[in-house]
């Protein structure tokens, strides 16, 4: 099968590139993944159990939001497949790729598939600590996102704690000193890697207590299905000494793992394994290949501004595609002088005075 347009994965920024891909007639081909990182189709909003930060909804369940976007792409015409991308080939255009059989991540179909021009927005995946009781509480009190379940109801003037070291830890610290009655950071060594700034931001919080060289053991709280987390047994990895406290909530901060695997050896990434893009743009190293969502951004990592990329990646891909043919696209992005040169893709970082758009 050739397609002008291929999206691949199927969270906020996948959805909203497939609906802008759509209404500009590109005719997008989506592969969502057949559980891609473990997670179901719709990426990491699917196992939120609450969403109240994205605009149109004062509280909506993640997967009922998936649900809304997956209707939406389809209704503007894109064309879903539910597989797996396997194996990608950059090298040359047309673009070719490669599929897993459904259910099968160890084995390739023997067809061929290639695209005009490719979206990539597999996401990102919060790195998990396999505590005893974590899959039970799971969006129950356990969460890898602060900014995004932070203010739910059932964590407002508790017990909260958060495991991490480093700068994103202080971050989620410091944010939920302002809904918690109380916020412990577990620390596994003996001292933060987080700047000095942060680390003395978080230790003059009167909310805030650290407790270093110890790490998270046993997740407990209700029983039953929709049971809560009540508490966390810690223990002491220098005297072995195990203690259980009072926490309401638990917030991983301790890494994102981008789904980027797929493209190594073929786009340029940073040490991370995030795909590196133009400075205001979704345009990735090669030509015609645009990254959008989590997957080339560490550092705000929400729905909503994954759905802007996604929008840009769109936007971006058409005006490249016509490029292609020679055709005049009005309401596409136009350049202005001075922006990043295509493919001198060097940070995503600070970003250059960006396009003119009608559309934007």
């Keep these: 099968m050739h397609s002008k347009l291929v999206i691949i994965g199927s969270g906020p920024a996948g959805h909203t590139a497939a609906i802008y891909a759509s209404r500009a007639d590109l005719k997008p081909v989506m592969y969502e993944g057949f559980l891609a990182l473990g997670i179901a189709a719709g990426g990491q909003l699917t196992t939120t159990d609450e969403v109240e930060n994205y605009p149109g909804y004062k509280m909506i369940r993640g997967s009922e939001l998936m649900d809304e976007m997956r209707a939406q792409s389809e209704g503007c015409g894109t064309e879903i497949i539910s597989q797996t991308v396997g194996k990608v080939d950059l090298s040359k255009r047309p673009f070719k790729y490669w599929l897993h059989p459904m259910g099968d991540d160890d084995n390739l179909e023997e067809e061929v598939h290639t695209a005009d021009s490719i979206v990539i927005a597999t996401g990102a995946k919060a790195r998990r600590l396999d505590l005893a009781g974590e899959e039970k ?3 129950n009190g356990v969460s890898a996102c602060a900014v995004c379940d932070g203010s739910l109801p059932i964590f407002r003037e508790k017990p909260l704690v958060v495991i991490g070291g480093g700068d994103s830890a202080v971050e989620e610290g410091v944010y939920l000193t302002k809904k918690a009655s109380k916020v412990t950071v577990l620390v596994r060594k003996d001292q933060l890697r987080a700047s000095k700034a942060n680390a003395r931001r978080l230790a003059s919080n009167p909310k ?3 407790r270093y060289n110890t790490q998270g053991v046993l997740i407990k709280g209700d029983e039953g299905p929709r049971g809560l987390m009540k508490s966390l047994v ?9 203690e259980e406290i009072p926490a309401n909530g638990l917030f991983y901060a301790v890494g994102h793992e981008p789904a ?9 990434m940073d040490e991370d ?8 743009t979704t345009e990735t190293t090669v030509p015609g290949v645009f990254a ?3 997957v080339q951004d560490k550092k705000y990592r929400q729905a909503v501004t994954s759905a802007g990329s996604g929008c840009m990646a769109a936007l971006e891909a058409e005006k490249w595609l016509a490029e292609q ?8 992005v136009n350049g202005v002088k001075g922006r990043a040169e295509k493919g001198k893709a060097e940070t995503n970082g600070d970003v250059p005075e960006y396009r003119e758009n009608p559309l934007l």
């Design 137 to 139: 509480y799971w969006g």
């Design 325 to 332: 043919e020679d055709i005049d696209v009005p309401n596409g």
């Design 273 to 280: 394994g995030y795909i590196i893009t133009t400075p205001g």
């Design 208 to 210: 805030v207590e650290i």
């Design 292 to 294: 959008a969502g989590d």
């Design 260 to 268: 980027t695997a797929l493209f190594k050896g073929q786009l340029k």
């Design 234 to 242: 810690i223990k002491n990895s220098k005297t072995g000494e195990t």
